[in-house]
């Protein structure tokens, strides 16, 4: 992982002064940071019986499309309304400036799935929090919650349900 971490930019006073943005996408665009991210993904739900990876727009697809192809399981992106193009359901989230809404297909979980729920980086969790109720409330026989980073400072956690399982490759 220390590669990995090497190849994540850390971007001083962006969104705003104070602010240390630790960027993804140079670490997206190196093959080999990629190819280690996808096999530790995979190698922490390799034999969970995982059936669904739900992954939260946008880079949350990234990560969360390799873990299900290495695993063997489907793909359901998490997406903002009105981008997807079937029956959804809905869950609203308070966020710094306001609310914010994620959707997934109404039919994409089922009581039978096992799920992972990915992002790719864990700041406050409201986004998350929401997701993992949406799935919830599909009633999978289980589901898990994993990021690529965790800013620890900011203490998502707190903000995650008690009963979730949550992993992390890497914390800052």
């Known amino acids: 992982m220390e590669y990995v971490r090497q190849k994540i930019r850390d971007v001083y006073e962006f969104p705003k002064p104070g602010i240390i943005f630790r960027d993804l996408t140079t670490m997206f665009k190196d093959a080999r940071a990629m190819h280690i991210v996808g096999w530790d993904l995979a190698q922490l739900y390799r034999d969970k019986g995982v059936t669904k990876v739900v992954g939260i727009e946008s880079r949350g697809f990234i990560g969360g499309a390799i873990m299900a192809y290495e695993i063997g399981a489907g793909f359901v992106p998490a997406r903002k309304p009105g981008k997807l193009p079937a029956d959804t359901v809905r869950a609203d989230f308070a966020k710094e400036y306001g609310t914010d809404t994620i959707e997934i297909h109404r039919d994409a979980i089922t009581p039978d799935d096992v799920v992972v729920i990915h992002d790719d980086l864990l ?50």
């Open 123 to 172: 700041a406050t969790g409201g986004t998350m929090a929401a997701c993992y109720e949406l799935v919830k409330s599909m009633n999978p026989k289980k589901v898990y919650i994993n990021f690529i980073v965790e800013l620890s400072d900011l203490h998502g956690r707190d903000n995650l349900p008690k009963d979730a399982e949550v992993t992390s490759l890497i914390v800052y």
